[in-house]
């Protein structure tokens, strides 16, 4: 009996060391058996990605990243309050430069974990690179509230509403910044 439990493993390590050829190999491989696995939906879409990330060719670069968008939304149909893979899918939007998808995604994130400050200042990025800085804001302010030490979005901010006119709230963004940072030059 031990023997044929040896013989039986043997024989399935040998079989799965084919899948083993590469990390994208072994995922794609389990998704098919596992199609209902949060997590394996989630690994093959972060292995996409940072395949992605390595890839030179840009049409190469975009179809693993549309794929990993697929994964990503697969784990969060299975299950919604996944945040990994909430937050992943934003930012692959991000890489992807599809900001409106992008923006829509991080606020999805915002609402699992309000205090994870990164989603604040992604969509204001995205909204002050497409020129609405009445958008972009409040998403710095509210980065601002959570995460006060950090002098490049008072930079950020106070540049915002000096383009605006709003001087008044740009030197109140400067002088806060150098409340925090002293040392810092732009404020």
Do not use: C
Not at 30 to 52: G, P, Y
Not at 157 to 184: H, R, W
Request: no cysteine; net charge neutral.
């Amino acid at each position: 009996v031990f023997s044929l439990v040896i013989v039986f493993f043997s024989v399935k390590t040998i079989a799965r060391n084919a899948q083993w050829k590469t990390y994208l190999t072994l995922y794609r491989h389990d998704v098919k058996e596992f199609d209902n696995s949060v997590q394996i939906h989630n690994l093959l879409a972060t292995r996409l990605v940072l395949e992605s990330l390595q890839e030179k060719s840009i049409d190469k670069q975009r179809k693993l990243r549309e794929e990993a968008i697929i994964h990503y939304k697969k784990a969060l149909e299975i299950y919604p309050g996944f945040f990994n893979a909430q937050y992943d899918l934003a930012r692959t939007y991000r890489l992807l430069d599809e900001g409106e998808n992008a923006i829509h995604e991080y606020k999805k994130t915002i609402i699992l974990d309000s205090l994870f400050t990164y989603p604040y200042i992604q969509i204001a990025l995205i909204y002050e690179s497409k020129n609405q800085p009445n958008n972009a804001i409040p998403y710095y302010e509210k980065f601002l509230q959570l995460n006060p030490g950090d002098v490049q979005v008072y930079f950020n901010l106070s540049s915002l509403y000096f383009k605006q006119g709003d001087f008044d709230n740009a030197i109140k963004t400067n002088l806060k910044a150098i409340e925090m940072a002293p040392g810092a030059y732009d404020p």
